[in-house]
């Protein structure tokens, strides 16, 4: 039987100016695509592979550059640097394909349920045992749509308010059929917020219910690292909405939920290195399968700060403020930064670079240097969010219990302290800046908390560096409402929609 290709998928924009009458790359013609089990367990590869390649590189480390914890320094040349000197445009090539990309990830998800779910409505077309892989595997496909979508929205739609749920074109286009047309009449134009979060939510139901039943019959992928997705994946992504949502109630549960399952353990102060190094820990609740002949499927995070060959240039290094976050004892400190002698056109000065992800030994096949698997849900992220929504309830000893513990894992010889009021709150929010740096959380918390910034560029580890910080670093200002908060919906995406007329995000 003739078999779609698996490996790769073209870059289909449902709502760009690509062809839009292209079918997902390898497919054939409608009656001979996706016939058998077999056929959709090799799609399905590709949903994994989409899935990995976005939890790392410019997807990460674009906002992050752009918050408030690095400096772009001279060495940089520039590179990204639209987000670290406040300059991002509707315009931006970036924005454009981190846009692009990500409605073709939904496309070839699209492309994969239609056939799916038609499939297994034709009675007697699967086998019982074959049906129960069917519904696992679009429960997966339903799960990564959810977060494509989500991670879009926390970035191309202002901060979620309930007074805003509803007002028309603050969301996102929505796709969920795939019919590529050139008929730009045809394009869809922003949703509602409360449309946009009620699909991520439907289609989050829909791949539990699906995972859940096939882990009554077989449940070996519940464990850490593991590489597909599980029933507390999927909590672990409705804790993370339910927070940016402001329901305290569900981020509470559904953290708990991931926290007292037994199933993980947070990595302590003798381990916690091999998180990073290894890309193996116990707190790591997925991780999407890479091997060294597959590591060219996923970018180079750390490529976004230092550089990927040697260790005399860097493009970004940590500010002063975030190296002093960590007191003594800190296992971060030693595991996220280190000392480079960096070269300002001979002349050498030594700085703290942020080396969070150092490179797995087991993916380097001569050409991928400093690369690490995805590690895009993690133990400590919903401790975070328990403490932050604990707190935010009036839950202060629950709130404590999360920040303590995760301290006492992060700490050596930490000693428990109780907080209160604006106190926890705070500690908690220094926390996740500590805990999380890098990761691409960084700036949907300070839009969500409402928090302006301006970086600092004192240096006194090296007062040298100071002359070789970007000016514009230092100058870029934002205020607790900012709209660069937001990012555009991209020029090109604007120009070939009509149905986006007047719907660009304010401030752009």
């Not at 998180?275 to 970018?299: A, Q």
């Not at 202060?396 to 301290?407: E, F, P, Q, V």
Request: hydrophobic share 35%; aromatic share 12%; charged share 20%.
């Amino acid at each position: 039987m003739k078999r779609i290709l698996l490996s790769l998928f073209v870059g289909v924009g449902l709502l760009t100016s690509c062809d839009m009458d292209k079918a997902p790359y390898g497919s054939l013609d409608d009656s001979s695509a996706l016939q058998s089990v077999n056929d959709y367990a090799g799609f399905r590869n590709g949903i994994y592979s989409n899935i990995r390649s976005f939890a790392t590189g410019g997807y990460i480390y674009y906002s992050d550059i752009q918050s408030d914890q690095f400096l772009g320094l001279t060495i940089a040349g520039n590179r990204n640097g639209e987000f670290n000197n406040g300059l991002v445009t509707a315009s931006s090539q970036a924005i454009g394909d981190v846009f692009e990309s990500m409605y073709t990830r939904i496309s070839n998800t699209n492309y994969f349920l239609n056939k799916a779910e038609a499939a297994i409505a034709i009675p007697d077309y699967f086998t019982g045992d074959e049906m129960v892989l069917m519904q696992r595997y679009i429960a997966e496909a339903k799960f990564a749509r959810a977060y494509y979508y989500f991670w879009m929205m926390e970035r191309f739609c202002q901060q979620y308010t309930p007074d805003k749920a509803d007002t028309p074109a603050l969301g996102l286009q929505l796709v969920t059929e795939f019919n590529p047309n050139g008929n730009s009449a045809n394009y869809p134009g922003r949703s509602t917020m409360a449309e946009t979060i009620k699909l991520i939510k439907d289609d989050l139901t829909e791949a539990r219910t699906g995972l859940a039943q096939y882990e009554q019959i077989d449940n070996k992928g519940i464990k850490p690292m593991a590489p597909y997705i599980n029933t507390y994946v999927v909590d672990a992504l409705e804790a993370r909405i339910a927070l940016y949502l402001g329901d305290y109630a569900t981020a509470i549960s559904k953290a708990e939920s991931v926290i007292n399952s037994q199933v993980y353990t947070l990595a302590n102060v003798d381990n916690y290195i091999d998180m990073w190094t290894n890309d193996e820990s116990t707190e790591l609740i997925f991780v999407p399968f890479v091997d060294s002949s597959e590591s060219g499927g996923i970018d180079n995070t750390s490529y976004g700060y230092i550089s990927y060959q040697d260790e005399k240039s860097a493009d970004y290094i940590p500010t002063i403020d975030v190296l002093a976050s960590y007191e003594d004892g800190d296992v971060r400190l030693g595991s996220f930064f280190t000392v480079w002698d960096l070269n300002f056109d001979g002349d050498s000065q030594p700085a703290y670079v942020f080396f969070k992800y150092p490179g797995n030994s087991a993916l380097i096949n001569g050409i991928d240097y400093r690369k690490n698997k995805p590690k895009p849900f993690r133990l400590s992220e919903q401790y975070l969010i328990l403490a932050e929504a604990a707190a935010a309830t009036g839950a202060t000893d629950k709130a404590n219990s999360a920040l303590n513990t995760l301290r006492r894992n992060r700490i050596e010889g930490w000693e428990d302290v109780s907080y209160t009021g604006s106190a926890l709150t705070q500690q908690i929010r220094n926390e996740r800046a500590k805990e999380l740096i890098g990761e691409g959380f960084r700036l949907n918390d300070l839009r969500r908390w409402g928090v302006a910034f301006q970086r600092n560029g004192e240096y006194p580890a090296n007062t040298d560096i100071e002359q070789f910080i970007v000016s514009s670093s230092l100058s870029c200002k934002y205020t607790a409402d900012d709209t660069r908060y937001t990012w555009p919906i991209p020029t090109d995406e604007m120009e070939i929609n009509p149905q986006l007329a007047g719907q660009q995000n304010p401030g752009y």
